[in-house]
T-cell receptor, first 113, second 113 residues
Framework: GEDVEQSLFLSVREGDSSVINCTYTDSSSTYLYWYKQEPGAGLQLLTYIFSNMDMKQDQRLTVLLNKKDKHLSLRIADTQTGDSAIYFCAESPTTSGTYKYIFGTGTRLKVLA | EPEVTQTPSHQVTQMGQEVILRCVPI?????FYWYRQILGQKVEFLVSFYNNEISEKSEIFDDQFSVERPDGSNFTLKIRSTKLEDSAMYFC???????????FGPGTRLTVT
């Protein structure tokens, strides 16, 4: 069945790079997404990647996609304390005609000053 | 970025009571979704709604749940007889025509006592 997995916690020092990993199971997914959730807030779309791409860069964010291994990663360069949040990856299987999302468990990123 | 508001931000209700959660997109979007997030768990898909009809629903979305867009603006999720296990954060999301990414509201925290 459809499943998306992430590691639960990541702790980095301010100024270092953070890499958040995600694995998914549905090879039909056309788009894969990264969302950020700050405490008490909703889900903020950070970036997304189309399945025919290997990499996408957007300012401090770099998304890498290994379609063969069904592995997605989000790299945050020069991590700041304001980046502390929960990061969710999500896949959108094309088998679902409505493009619903299947979310991962979320990775809690803690940035140490 | 499309804007979505949700009301109320927090609802406390007694078991067996009916609740209505509201989602108000700022502009005219075609595709609507409800997701829920039980504390500490994944964000789960509930239902998608298009052209005034349910287009897909999950196993969670049983007969106790219903959705409608009564006035062409508000998009509502009704839970007829709440149970303790309905306590969760409920997120509305919208998707524009021709786009695949979804934009989420800030959520409604539902507490069933």
């Amino acid at each position: 069945g459809e499943d998306v997995e992430q590691s639960l916690f990541l702790s980095v020092r301010e100024g270092d790079s953070s890499v958040i990993n995600c694995t998914y199971t549905d090879s039909s997914s056309t788009y894969l997404y990264w969302y950020k959730q700050e405490p008490g807030a909703g889900l903020q779309l950070l970036t997304y990647i189309f399945s025919n791409m290997d990499m996408k860069q957007d300012q401090r964010l770099t998304v890498l996609l290994n379609k063969k291994d069904k592995h997605l990663s989000l790299r945050i360069a020069d991590t700041q304390t304001g980046d502390s949040a929960i990061y969710f990856c999500a896949e959108s299987p094309t088998t679902s005609g409505t493009y619903k999302y299947i979310f991962g468990t979320g990775t809690r990123l803690k940035v140490l000053a | 970025e499309p804007e979505v508001t949700q009301t109320p931000s927090h609802q406390v209700t007694q078991m067996g009571q009916e609740v209505i959660l509201r989602c108000v997109p700022i502009s005219n979007h075609l595709y609507f979704y409800w997701y829920r997030q039980i504390l500490g768990q994944k964000v789960e898909f509930l239902v998608s709604f298009y052209n005034n009809e349910i287009s897909e629903k999950s196993e969670i979305f049983d007969d106790q749940f219903s959705v409608e867009r009564p006035d062409g603006s508000n998009f509502t999720l009704k839970i007829r007889s709440t149970k303790l296990e309905d306590s969760a954060m409920y997120f509305c999301a919208i998707r524009e025509r021709g786009q695949y990414e979804q934009y989420f509201g800030p959520g409604t925290r539902l507490t069933v006592t």
